[in-house]
Nanobody
């Protein structure tokens, strides 16, 4: 079965960096786009970054030039490098992938910026 497991979250001071990882299993990882999403308390879940099967990327305006999404197809893992973190980046971060029959989500990893 499809499984996505995030890691790398934590607490960091404003201006600091974190790198999130999402390990995928149970499907042919290289055939699907991957995305990172986040949800802050009291707010709706929002898309942060996405990467397609060729490595093309897209970002939310709020994280452009600060966050970088990448994927390692040999490790079935997608990453989110987050630099120059701000308090407003505090949220639960999820990775996800979408297939023709539905979407799959990880359990999330908490990022707290103070």
């Amino acid at each position: 079965h499809v499984q996505l497991v995030e890691s790398g979250g934590g607490s960091v001071q404003a201006g600091g960096s974190l790198k999130l990882s999402c390990a995928a299993s149970g499907y042919t990882y290289t055939r699907y786009c991957m995305g990172w999403f986040r949800q802050a308390p009291g707010k709706e879940r929002e898309g942060v970054a996405a990467i397609d099967t060729r490595g093309s990327t897209s970002y939310a305006d709020s994280v452009k030039d600060r966050f970088t999404i990448s994927r390692d197809n040999a490790k079935n893992t997608v990453y989110l490098q987050m630099n120059s973190l701000k308090a407003e980046d505090t949220a639960l971060y999820y990775c996800a992938t979408t297939m023709s029959w539905g979407s799959y989500w990880g359990q999330g990893t908490q990022v707290t910026v103070s």
